[in-house]
């Protein structure tokens, strides 16, 4: 992987994707994450449902913003504007949880803030002047092509950040050994690479994968409720 796209997947990015626990905080209040055992569990199931839907959404903002000539004007076309807002409709009616949502665009527009900084262009512009700003998956696919990136590499990049942000905070909220936290997303790497080549090929076949994860959306919508919370989602 090239050094810049590592930039993207680094979890020290200015992109507050530290605020955000992708549903442990919940699960860990309530006693379903307690131990590495647990928290592998959770992991593996995140990856196969948040991160096989995330991976293929990046993957699919990655091939549209490489059809974007770079020379073009910041100001979008009506059909460029057109294509995005499909694009983000698709990824809400795979974000069925309002708190999900907020948190997803939210991040999305921290993200969005580094990579026209970063990587500056006409793609990241237009998602920038959409209103409420883009879901994260798709800031993070258009910030992969801005990077000079292929959509197999966006898939990557999602996949592997639906696990590694939660698995951080599991550190943070239970005390876990690190080093026991590493050794199982080491063991996920397989897993990992085997979904964004899922999300790829889906993305490459003219589809969007679809699969669901009710659990994480009343995680999320619980979370929003909580009284104290560490993490924003």
Same mark, same amino acid.
């Given at each position: 992987?090239?050094?810049?796209?590592?930039?993207?997947?680094?979890? $020290?990015?200015?992109?507050?994707?530290?605020?955000?626990?992708?549903?442990?905080?919940?699960?860990?209040?309530?006693?379903?994450?307690?131990?590495?055992?647990?928290?592998?569990?959770?992991?593996?199931?995140?990856?196969?449902?948040?991160?096989?839907?995330?991976?293929?959404?990046?993957?699919?903002?990655?091939?549209?913003?490489?059809?974007? $000539?770079?020379?073009?004007?910041?100001?979008?076309? &009506?059909?460029?504007?057109?294509?995005?807002?499909?694009?983000?409709?698709?990824?809400?009616?795979?974000?069925?949880? &309002?708190?999900?949502?907020?948190?997803?665009?939210?991040?999305?527009?921290?993200?969005?803030?580094?990579?026209?900084?970063?990587?500056?262009?006409?793609?990241?512009?237009?998602?920038?002047?959409?209103?409420?700003?883009?879901?994260?998956?798709?800031?993070?696919?258009?910030?992969?092509?801005?990077?000079?990136?292929?959509?197999?590499?966006?898939?990557?990049?999602?996949?592997?950040?639906?696990?590694?942000? &939660?698995?951080?905070?599991?550190?943070?909220?239970?005390?876990?050994?690190?080093?026991?936290?590493?050794?199982?997303?080491?063991?996920?790497?397989?897993?990992?690479?085997?979904?964004?080549?899922?999300?790829?090929?889906?993305?490459?076949?003219?589809?969007? &994968?679809?699969?669901?994860?009710?659990?994480?959306?009343?995680?999320?919508?619980?979370?929003?409720?909580?009284?104290?919370?560490?993490?924003?989602?």
């Amino acid at each position: 992987m090239d050094a810049a796209l590592l930039l993207l997947a680094d979890s $020290r990015l200015p992109a507050g994707g530290h605020a955000h626990s992708g549903g442990l905080e919940t699960a860990a209040a309530t006693g379903v994450v307690r131990d590495l055992a647990t928290l592998a569990t959770f992991l593996r199931g995140r990856l196969a449902t948040t991160g096989l839907v995330t991976a293929g959404l990046a993957a699919a903002a990655c091939e549209s913003a490489a059809r974007v $000539r770079p020379d073009a004007d910041a100001g979008a076309p &009506p059909g460029d504007l057109a294509g995005w807002a499909r694009l983000d409709a698709e990824a809400d009616a795979r974000t069925p949880s &309002p708190a999900q949502r907020r948190a997803s665009r939210a991040q999305g527009r921290a993200l969005l803030r580094v990579a026209r900084v970063t990587w500056p262009g006409p793609v990241l512009e237009t998602l920038a002047a959409a209103s409420g700003g883009p879901h994260h998956p798709v800031a993070l696919g258009a910030a992969v092509a801005a990077a000079g990136g292929a959509p197999e590499r966006a898939a990557q990049i999602a996949a592997y950040g639906s696990v590694t942000g &939660p698995a951080s905070a599991a550190v943070r909220l239970l005390g876990l050994d690190p080093l026991g936290v590493h050794r199982v997303l080491a063991g996920l790497a397989g897993r990992i690479d085997a979904v964004a080549e899922e999300a790829a090929e889906a993305v490459r076949a003219g589809d969007l &994968p679809a699969a669901s994860a009710p659990a994480l959306d009343v995680f999320a919508e619980l979370h929003q409720q909580a009284e104290l919370r560490l993490f924003e989602s």
